[in-house]
């Protein structure tokens, strides 16, 4: 079976699981070929411009029956819908309407003859127990805007990691896998031609590792999976000379070393400081980026990008003040010379003058200057180590957990109880599964794969102790049953 653009269908279910693993040919094949959306060229008319993204997700959690160890694998979103009377429960609904919401809206104002721009960002996670707990309308309304030839322009998707891990204390060649299963769930739930158009990454709580060599394998990982280019978090990246960022509005080259020698780099798109929320649901970065004039890059001068990324359906302005705002902010935007960019849109423009990316200020991950200050990349990882050893006796502060959006919190100290049994899962699923060269499109590598995948979910660490907790070590602990059932196969 075939589908748009002559490429085939995937299949979006297998086995009763979502379709994570087992086409990397033809999704590689899809990401080579893809055909970029007709964009203008050069910037005529245009002083400044904004962009916004809205990252969706929800967990899946132990909770379809009574008894912890074996209820079934459902969304967080299905549970609370049926546990309303539950702290936030009450939420639920609106929480899936705004999930669908964009579907509708993107229609609606290109009708109108404006030009709204959006980008989206759905874990696998979300996309999964959207389908398992009957909400095919919400995936429809997705599935127009992603694949009709009109609002699709409209429209960008961000890739992810499929189970919402963060990258800095996630094993890199786990997080390989998260950014490959989210490829081939959109595929198979929108066509691998739509996959062909997805051209960025957008990581999960806007975590960037700062560990000289996971910060290398983590952009290794984009750009061998296709990617373009990357959004960051303002604090998560710094100059070469270790200080803070000069042009947050333009586009950066993100460079990392690994203490071999190896450089990766890839473009990165900023975002800047301020609480997510509200600047997303009352399109500050328009009002932002209406102050704002050309900025030098290189020979050019440029219109700046500001650019905003929140969740899209938690608290009271994202969930009510949001939708009257982004369509005030459209209609008004729309021709003006502050126009609504998508970032796709805006690189294809920049592009278009004869920039290349090698053109673009370099960053790099955050702290990292102290290190290099000491050492040279190619010193090797022992002496990386030492270094880093060195530098946390001089400042207690020092740190290579990496950063995000929530810098207050650490993904590592206090997390050991959840940590442990998902390392040990990881290093089963290697040793048991890897290494005995399982192909992916092996059911048993799927069944293990999609439990390791669960079990690296953000939510079981983000939300502390208690229930959340509870559920990270009984979904690690289906992960290694998951693996170890392999001996027996």
Not at 86 to 104: E, P, Q, T, W
Not at 220 to 238: A, I, N
Request: hydrophobic share 40%; proline share 8%.
């Amino acid at each position: 079976m075939t589908g748009p653009g002559g490429l085939p269908r995937l299949p979006e279910q297998i086995d009763g699981l979502p379709n994570i693993c087992g086409s990397d040919p033809l999704v590689s094949e899809a990401l080579r070929n893809a055909r970029e959306e007709p964009a203008e060229t050069g910037f005529g008319g245009i002083d400044s411009s904004f962009g916004i993204a809205l990252h969706m997700h929800q967990p899946l959690i132990p909770a379809g029956g009574p008894e912890l160890r074996t209820a079934a694998l459902i969304s967080n979103l299905e549970w609370m819908l049926a546990n309303p009377h539950i702290a936030d429960n009450h939420n639920a609904a609106v929480f899936l309407s705004c999930y669908k919401r964009m579907g509708v809206f993107i229609p609606q104002l290109l009708d109108e003859g404006t030009q709204p721009r959006v980008m989206l960002d759905y874990s696998g996670t979300l996309l999964y127990g959207l389908r398992q707990m009957g909400a095919g309308d919400v995936l429809d309304a997705l599935a127009r805007i992603t694949t009709d030839e009109r609002d699709r322009r409209a429209v960008e998707w961000l890739g992810c990691a499929w189970g919402h891990p963060v990258a800095p204390s996630t094993p890199v060649q786990d997080y390989r896998l998260h950014v490959r299963a989210w490829q081939h769930h959109f595929a198979a739930l929108f066509g691998l031609e739509a996959l062909g158009r997805v051209g960025g990454f957008s990581p999960a709580e806007m975590a960037l590792p700062n560990h000289p060599d996971v910060a290398y394998a983590f952009v290794k990982t984009l750009t061998d999976c296709g990617y373009h280019y990357v959004v960051v978090q303002e604090d998560t990246v710094e100059e070469p000379d270790g200080s803070r960022l000069r042009q947050p509005h333009l586009p950066h080259l993100l460079a990392c070393s690994s203490s071999s020698g190896e450089t990766a780099s890839i473009v990165a798109i900023v975002k800047t400081q301020g609480s997510d929320a509200k600047l997303v649901g009352q399109m500050q970065p328009y009002f932002e980026a209406k102050g704002l004039s050309p900025q030098a890059l290189g020979t050019h001068r440029v219109p700046p990008l500001v650019f905003q990324i929140a969740d899209g359906e938690n608290g009271g302005v994202m969930m009510n003040e949001f939708p009257p705002k982004y369509f005030e902010v459209v209609r008004e935007c729309s021709g003006s010379p502050t126009p609504m960019l998508n970032i796709g849109e805006y690189l294809q423009r920049l592009w278009s003058l004869g920039v290349a990316p090698e053109d673009l200020p370099w960053v790099q991950p955050r702290l990292q200057a102290r290190i290099w200050s000491a050492m040279d990349p190619g010193e090797g990882p022992s002496r990386l180590a030492e270094v880093i050893e060195g530098l946390r006796r001089q400042d207690p502060r020092f740190h290579m957990e990496g950063g995000s959006w929530t810098n207050d919190v650490s993904w590592v100290r206090g997390y050991e109880a959840v940590l442990a049994p998902m390392e040990t899962a990881s290093a089963l699923f290697h040793e048991r599964v890897t290494r005995r060269d399982i192909p992916p499109e092996d059911p048993r590598y799927r069944r293990a794969l999609f439990s390791l995948l669960v079990a690296e979910t953000s939510c079981y660490r983000y939300w502390g102790e208690g229930r959340w907790t509870d559920y990270g070590k009984e979904v690690a602990r289906r992960a290694i049953e998951a693996v170890a059932a392999l001996d027996g196969s």
